[in-house]
């Protein structure tokens, strides 16, 4: 018998300027930087996440940008304005969320908040 869980969400960054990449997640994402050089080879950082939450790490690579997210808001076009001021562009608007993509080259969609969540855990934005 063994136990296993979500250790971290790993985004895999396929630029040489992992430092512009972890400043656009971070912003984002509402996290601050935990480390901007993990490893201090130049090659992994980390965002602050709370003990009970999965780490959030970015990885310099070689291949294709990996990950999807989706981040839940109360505001949808708010939202999509704020991502854009950061870099994000609008890729298209599927059924009710957009899918957007960060200047790292990843993909992630934007959608309305979801019923059965909490209040816990929100950003608020001015």
Same mark, same amino acid.
């Given at each position: $018998?063994?136990?296993?869980?979500?250790?971290?969400?790993?985004?895999? !960054?396929?630029?040489?300027?992992?430092?512009?990449?972890?400043?656009?997640?971070?912003?984002?994402?509402?996290?601050?930087?935990?480390?901007?050089?993990?490893?201090?080879?130049? &090659?992994?950082?980390?965002?602050?996440?709370?003990?009970?939450?999965?780490?959030?790490?970015?990885?310099?690579?070689?291949?294709?940008? +990996?990950?999807?997210?989706?981040?839940?808001?109360?505001?949808?076009?708010?939202?999509?304005?704020?991502?854009?001021?950061?870099?994000? &562009?609008?890729?298209?608007?599927? &059924?009710?969320?957009?899918? $957007?993509?960060?200047?790292?080259?990843? +993909?992630? !969609?934007?959608?309305?908040?979801?019923?059965? &969540?909490?209040?816990?855990?929100?950003?608020?934005?001015?």
């Amino acid at each position: $018998m063994h136990k296993s869980r979500i250790s971290a969400f790993v985004i895999d !960054c396929q630029s040489d300027d992992l430092a512009a990449a972890t400043a656009f997640w971070s912003a984002a994402l509402g996290r601050e930087v935990a480390s901007a050089d993990q490893d201090g080879d130049g &090659k992994y950082a980390e965002l602050k996440t709370d003990a009970d939450e999965p780490f959030l790490l970015l990885q310099r690579v070689d291949h294709e940008a +990996r990950i999807h997210l989706d981040i839940e808001t109360d505001d949808l076009d708010a939202e999509v304005a704020r991502l854009e001021s950061l870099g994000a &562009k609008r890729v298209a608007f599927v &059924k009710r969320w957009w899918v $957007m993509q960060a200047p790292t080259g990843h +993909r992630f !969609c934007v959608v309305r908040k979801q019923p059965a &969540k909490s209040e816990a855990g929100f950003n608020t934005w001015e």
